[in-house]
Nanobody, 116 residues
Framework: QVQLVESGGGLVQPGGSLRLSCVAS????????MSWYRQAPGMQRELVAH????????NYADSVKGRFTISRDNAKNTVYLQMNNLRPRDTAVYYC?????????WGQGTQVTVSS
């Protein structure tokens, strides 16, 4: 059974940091490119960060460049999103996404709220 389980979300003040984790199971994690998406209320889901299967290449949305870092540990079947200098507009549900060829999977999401 394929699972992507996110954790690490929560309430944080502006300027604070959070680290999201996504643990994968039920598929060969090291074959899959991984991404983090987010969706704010009333908004479309948007790509935040992407990492290739080996971790050799990463890409970021302009809105998070310099503040967020995506990384992965293939030995632990886990992808991370380190989020620094958080802003209220970063508030959203954050989703983990795995893709390899025509196969793709979504996690259930974790809520991140940035508020004073």
């Amino acid at each position: 059974q394929v699972q992507l389980v996110e954790s690490g979300g929560g309430l944080v003040q502006p300027g604070g940091s959070l680290r999201l984790s996504c643990v994968a199971s039920g598929f060969t994690f090291s074959r899959y490119a991984m991404s983090w998406y987010r969706q704010a209320p009333g908004m479309q889901r948007e790509l935040v960060a992407h990492i290739t299967n080996t971790g050799g290449t990463t890409n970021y949305a302009d809105s998070v460049k310099g503040r967020f870092t995506i990384s992965r540990d293939n030995a632990k079947n886990t992808v991370y999103l380190q989020m620094n200098n958080l802003r209220p507009r970063d508030t959203a549900v954050y989703y983990c996404y795995a893709k390899w060829g025509h196969m793709d999977y979504w996690g259930q999401g974790t809520q991140v709220t940035v508020s004073s």
